[in-house]
């Protein structure tokens, strides 16, 4: 068999799971497609990693993003993912895995938990209150506690 013949048939079978996505995936990937225009950040949705073809890869931060449904959580299912997991981890990526469940439940906090991993959500700093002579903080206005001064 040729290289290029597991390649054309990973490629083909992408193709087809991308225009077949679960509803999880279609919920997460109307967000993670917006995440170039946001962040800077490109995602890919179901991505071929030879063998394997992932939901969702962001090569530059080397993190996978695997939406899991019922078939996932049966002794086969459970077996099968670790040993993608040990695969792709020993190629250098980082494998977050949201069930469906917490899709619907969670949405939110899935999305937060994909920031934290690729250091995109930034936690402001804790207030404080100024010093004694440094000022009214009233007179600061929540602007500036934001970092945005105003002109």
């Given at each position: 068999?040729?290289p290029?013949?597991?390649s054309?048939?990973?490629?083909s ?8 996505m679960t509803?999880?995936?279609?919920k997460l990937w109307?967000e993670?497609?917006?995440f ?5 950040v490109?995602v890919?949705?179901q ?9 969702f890869a962001?090569h530059?931060h080397r993190?996978?993003?695997e939406?899991?449904?019922e ?8 077996a ?10 020993g190629?250098?990526y980082?494998?977050l ?5 917490e ?6 906090g899935?999305?937060?938990?994909i920031?934290?991993?690729?250091e995109l959500l930034?936690t402001?700093p804790p207030l404080?209150?100024?010093?004694k002579?440094?000022?009214?903080l009233g007179?600061v206005?929540s602007?500036?506690l934001?970092g945005?001064?105003?002109?």
């Amino acid at each position: 068999m040729c290289p290029t013949s597991n390649s054309a048939i990973s490629i083909s079978r992408a193709r087809r799971l991308r225009r077949n996505m679960t509803d999880g995936e279609r919920k997460l990937w109307s967000e993670l497609k917006q995440f170039r225009r946001w962040y800077g950040v490109h995602v890919r949705k179901q991505a071929p990693i030879d063998p394997y073809i992932v939901d969702f890869a962001i090569h530059e931060h080397r993190l996978i993003i695997e939406v899991d449904g019922e078939d996932h959580f049966s002794q086969d299912g459970l077996a099968r993912d670790l040993k993608r997991d040990a695969w792709l981890e020993g190629r250098g990526y980082r494998v977050l895995r949201f069930n469906t469940g917490e899709l619907a439940d969670a949405f939110d906090g899935c999305i937060e938990e994909i920031l934290t991993a690729l250091e995109l959500l930034k936690t402001p700093p804790p207030l404080t209150p100024p010093r004694k002579g440094e000022g009214n903080l009233g007179a600061v206005g929540s602007d500036a506690l934001r970092g945005e001064a105003k002109l």
